[in-house]
């Protein structure tokens, strides 16, 4: 039997549905709350802590996030113009924590969304256990495989994979044969047909002191199209799943390991290695999309079910909150007067054009990458 459920915090408030509570839903479910909006988060995922690549966030961004979240522990980076270094994990649990405190959200965890639709007055979205949870506008923030872009653009549902994985580790700086000096920011090095980004991030305990701190790195490999394809992971041209630990080969963390010793420097080889040998590492499948539309009635995409583009571009995190706060900015000047089609007619018009061209320029790289490691 179908449970109906739908917001009741504040009657005079409109009703959004968030599909997807990872950073792009927890960011745009606290801006639409600061718009105004009732909010529903519907997460797939327990509560359980997850674990993710690094992220680097400039003063600009960080600043944004301090006032999305009214919270003092996104602290600046040293420069307008450095990047600090955040897991996806400690990121999400700052964003969580600020959504579960706010009155106007409500956060359900295990809640996998099978369906939304819409009509002319409200929108919807069914769960696997039989819930169904209504509101006034839907947003999919439910990532790459987004299943609310297939209701906005069905023509064009699914992101294709780009030709390439990214290998991706954290390691303790204390595991590790101390070098003549620690890394203080991000930098990009060359190999032979491929490259990595490596950053330093907090400690596990918060420690930014070298020594103390985890070193993260993103290996790009085009070398390994095959394995993806064998284990499922990339089926035709889309992109299913990662690479997990467990089903990574070992002649191929072997092959990893003996390719990081010629050419990666210390401390990265070091990271590498220890994340090889404790089969801590992931390879992600890169998966890019190009919207044409980001909005369907009262559907409406952010994040990567909106545009996926390559990690390359360094610009998935910001352009997220990015959307974020043109979506809160649309509903909020549209309160009392224009319907909410027409404002979120207006958020495409702000956002549409942008991330395209951002995607589109991410793509030139993977087009010659691919290419070159082929």
């Avoid at 997460?43 to 674990?51: D, I, K, Q, Y």
């Avoid at 595991?175 to 990009?188: G, I, S």
């Avoid at 210390?266 to 590498?272: L, N």
């Avoid at 404002?343 to 054009?353: P, Q, S, T, V």
Wanted: hydrophobic share 40%; with cysteine; proline share 6%.
């Amino acid at each position: 039997m179908l449970k109906e459920e739908t917001p009741s915090m504040t009657s005079s408030r409109r009703a959004a549905i968030v599909v997807g509570a990872s950073l792009s839903g927890l960011m745009t479910g606290l801006a639409l709350s600061r718009a105004g909006l009732d909010v529903t988060l519907l997460e797939r995922a327990g509560t359980f802590p997850r674990t993710g690549a690094a992220i680097g966030l400039d003063a600009g961004v960080l600043r944004r996030l301090a006032r999305l979240t009214g919270s003092t522990s996104f602290s600046l980076a040293p420069s307008p113009t450095s990047l600090q270094g955040a897991t996806w994990s400690e990121l999400h649990a700052r964003l969580r924590a600020s959504a579960e405190s706010d009155p106007h959200i409500v956060l359900h965890h295990e809640a996998p969304v099978q369906r939304v639709d819409q009509d002319a007055d409200a929108v919807w979205a069914a769960t696997s256990d039989g819930r169904t949870f209504r509101g006034d506008i839907l947003v999919g923030a439910d990532g790459h495989r987004s299943i609310v872009r297939r209701q906005v653009s069905p023509e064009k549902p699914d992101a294709t994979f780009a030709g390439y994985l990214i290998w991706l580790g954290l390691a303790d700086e204390a595991a590790l044969p101390a070098p003549r000096r620690w890394p203080q920011d991000v930098v990009m090095l060359s190999g032979a047909d491929d490259f990595m980004f490596g950053y330093p991030v907090p400690g596990r305990d918060g420690s930014l002191v070298p020594g103390s701190r985890q070193i993260g790195w993103a290996w790009y490999d085009a070398g390994r199209n095959d394995l993806l394809r064998a284990t499922g992971c990339v089926v035709g041209d889309v992109v299913h799943r990662s690479l997990a630990p467990a089903h990574i080969p070992a002649a191929t963390l072997r092959e990893l390991e003996e390719e990081a010793r010629e050419r990666w420097p210390s401390p990265w080889r070091d990271a590498i290695v220890d994340c090889l040998r404790r089969r801590a590492l992931i390879g992600t499948p890169i998966a890019e999309y190009v919207p044409d539309r980001l909005v369907h009635e009262r559907l409406v995409l952010v994040g990567d079910a909106a545009h996926v583009p390559s990690p390359m571009t360094g610009k998935g995190f910001a352009a997220s909150l990015d959307d974020a706060e043109a979506l809160a900015a649309s509903l909020a000047a549209a309160a009392g007067s224009a319907s909410v089609p027409d404002a979120l007619r207006a958020y495409e018009r702000k956002r549409l054009e942008s991330v395209r061209r951002m995607v589109q320029s991410g793509q030139q790289f993977s087009r010659g990458f691919s290419r070159e490691a082929a």
